[in-house]
């Protein structure tokens, strides 16, 4: 810690240059303005002209550069342009300049333009930082597992207070939010198996009910047979 002019430095001192001046220190310290031997920040294993200016990391550091001046941070954190260590997306493994630009993921999760995302089938589950997947019948989801956004082949959406439900075309989505088959006689319903929107064959949809013309009437539950010519309106005999 001496401001005289160091050529070279006994065993287990480093020669630090500034201004052409050299002195003997740690290899833990950097040479200030008036050529004393000051420590590094304690995350550095070197420095060099501020004690935050780090040339190497201790163990479990990584360097990280802005405007070329280092700083040891840990590797899922990023230097701010203030050179201050800040902590990456909860989702990012590793980033850079952003918390949410990152440059590695956690788990599962996918790299895409700098965002970690889950595949397209599948969901991130915030409780464990990593993708789950939609049920078997959705194409997409969010959230939870049966929050369909889109279906898969052979099934349609159905929405109930702001979910989504991949449901065959001949059901509803209950209270519950499970797909339910409508009445026999309904072909589509909603809200209730017998809420029918359309209906099978030759029956008419009357308000929310399908039924046979006046002339005919049910044979089975989706058709209709006509009455016998006298008759205006009949019913199945029992």
């Known amino acids: 810690n001496s401001s005289t002019d160091w050529l ?8 630090k240059s500034l201004n052409s001046i050299g002195s003997c220190c740690f290899s833990s310290q950097y040479a200030d303005s008036s050529y004393n031997c000051v420590n590094c920040n304690s995350n550095c294993l070197t420095c060099s002209n501020t004690a935050t200016n780090c040339l190497s990391c201790s163990a479990s550091f990584v360097l990280k550069t ?8 840990s590797s899922n954190q990023y230097v701010d342009t203030n050179n201050v260590c800040q902590n990456c997306n909860s989702n990012c493994q590793t980033c850079i300049t952003t918390s949410t630009n990152c440059l590695s993921c956690y788990n599962n999760l996918i790299l895409s333009s700098g965002t970690c995302v889950c595949a397209s089938n599948q969901y991130y589950d915030s409780n464990t930082n990593s ?54 006689n309904c072909q589509t319903c909603e809200t209730s198996a017998t809420n029918c929107l359309s209906c099978y064959g030759k029956l008419i949809l009357s308000g929310v009910t399908c039924t046979c013309p006046v002339n005919q009437y049910p044979a089975t539950p989706s058709s209709c047979s006509n009455c016998d010519s006298n008759c205006l309106t009949c019913s199945l005999s029992s």
């Open 8 to 15: 070279s430095c006994q065993s287990g001192f480093v020669l």
């Open 66 to 73: 802005y405007n070329s001046i280092g700083t040891c941070c």
């Open 131 to 184: 993708c789950l997947n939609c049920d078997s019948s959705c194409l997409t989801c969010s959230g939870i597992a049966t929050n369909c956004l889109t279906c898969i082949s052979g099934y349609i959406l159905k929405t109930l207070n702001s979910q989504g439900s991949c449901c065959l075309s001949t059901q509803y989505v209950n209270s519950n939010h499970i797909c339910t088959d409508c009445s026999s």
